[in-house]
């Protein structure tokens, strides 16, 4: 079976930083494109950050760049996101995926199938 369990959220004051992990069982994601959302109430889930299945290609949604920082660990089959100078605006349910093997890197959520149940990260004023 088939899972993704996140960890690492909780809360924060602004300008902290928090490390999300993301732990991949049941199959190997090594060769699979591997990404974060987030969802805040009310709003629909968005894309936050992607990886390659080898990390050498990564991608950002504009308002992360700079202040997250997506990698993977294939050895322990394990996904990060180290996410640092956080604002409230970024308090949301943050979601872990993994795509199917060979897939590129994407930005939508149609794009991966295998979902975590979330972790999440709350950022006070």
């Known amino acids: 079976q088939v899972q993704l369990v996140e960890s690492g959220g909780g809360l924060v004051q602004a300008g902290g930083s928090l490390r999300l992990s993301c732990a991949a069982s049941?199959?190997?994601?090594?060769?699979?494109?591997m990404a974060w959302f987030r969802q805040a109430p009310g709003k629909e889930r968005e894309f936050v950050s992607a990886?390659?299945?080898?990390?050498?290609?990564?991608r950002y949604a504009d308002s992360m760049k700079g202040r997250f920082t997506i990698s993977r660990d294939n050895a322990k089959n394990t996904l990060y996101l180290q996410m640092n100078s956080l604002k409230p605006e970024d308090t949301a349910v943050y979601y872990c995926?993994?795509?199917?093997?060979?897939?590129?890197?994407?930005?939508?959520?149609?794009?991966?199938?295998?979902w975590g149940q979330g972790t999440q990260v709350t950022v006070s004023s």
């Open positions: 990886i390659s299945w080898i990390g050498g290609s990564t």
């Open positions: 049941g199959r190997t994601f090594s060769n699979s494109a």
């Open positions: 995926a993994a795509s199917y093997p060979g897939q590129i890197v994407a930005v939508t959520t149609s794009s991966y199938h295998y």
